[in-house]
């Protein structure tokens, strides 16, 4: 996640009153809880899910270890947990290039010396990834030699980023860095979003989305779902939810910058340019 600004600042939209679902915990959840509150907002801190080793680490201190002699040409990171678990393995800066899907996960490895080559300007996704990366590789002096690139991901992140690889000619290896798994289960907390406990929920992940559904479907007409982007926005729309708009800048703050359009537009009684008109279905938020 992106860093947040410590104020509100002059010009930043409206929150004020919302009742906001933080689905992260941490020093993540506490920053996006901090923005929230700059804006008037009253965040909800509710992690849906939290992050464990990989049951295998062996594997992963072995790549790192392929890392440190240079066996890679590329490290490819994609979330901030995944820099932050091979930093755990001892993975050093100065092996190879590095690359990170956006700002989030390109701080904690500048943090630890790391100098990030590559970063999408805009779209912070696997598929915005290997478009930047895949750019940078065409320009280079060797555009048809193989690079081999190190992939540490979560162990249920979808294969987009090394299936574009391998099909561009390059050797991507896939490795577990982390677990990303469901928190226990708090049945009356669950009965209250339900019941209408939070205006919105912010949704910022696959996992995020399949645990939204799981644990608060049906949500009533009131609350709002907000994706950081479209592949979580599918993946709620795959768990029968429809998100009520999409942010168009896959950032905490352009998540809510857009829940606060869909606020300004619902004040106004239009929609806004996030927040196209729907038709609901009056059980629910099921799709």
Do not use: K
Not at 258 to 267: D, E, H, N, V
């Amino acid at each position: 996640m992106t860093s947040l600004p410590t104020g509100r600042g002059p010009g930043a939209p409206d929150l004020t009153g919302c009742r906001i679902l933080v689905p992260r915990g941490g020093a993540a959840g506490e920053r996006l809880a901090a923005e929230i509150r700059a804006r008037g907002g009253l965040p909800v801190i509710a992690p849906l899910t939290t992050t464990a080793p990989p049951q295998h680490p062996a594997a992963l201190a072995a790549a790192v270890e392929s890392w440190n002699r240079g066996d890679y040409d590329w490290l490819v990171v994609t979330s901030a947990n995944g820099a932050h678990a091979v930093v755990a393995a001892g993975a050093r800066p100065g092996a190879g290039s590095v690359a990170a899907v956006g700002p989030a996960t390109a701080e904690p490895l500048r943090e630890h010396g790391f100098a990030v080559d590559v970063q999408p300007e805009r779209d912070f996704s696997a598929v915005g990834l290997a478009d930047a990366l895949l750019a940078v590789l065409d320009r280079v002096d060797r555009p048809e030699e193989a690079r081999r690139v190190l992939l540490p991901l979560s162990e249920i992140a979808g294969a987009e980023l090394e299936h574009a690889l391998a099909a561009a000619g390059h050797a991507p290896h896939r490795v577990t860095a982390y677990r990303t798994l469901p928190t226990p289960r708090d049945p009356r907390f669950e009965a209250e979003v339900r019941g209408g406990a939070v205006d919105a929920i912010l949704v910022m992940s696959g996992s995020g989305a399949a645990e939204t559904a799981r644990r608060f479907d049906p949500l009533p007409e009131s609350t709002r779902l907000v994706a950081i982007g479209g592949p979580t926005a599918q993946a709620l729309a795959a768990h029968g939810l429809r998100a009520d708009a999409v942010a168009t800048r896959h950032t905490s703050d352009g998540l809510l910058d857009t829940l606060a359009a869909i606020l300004s537009g619902a004040a106004a009684g239009r929609p806004t340019a996030d927040h196209p008109e729907t038709s609901h279905h009056p059980e629910g938020r099921s799709a």
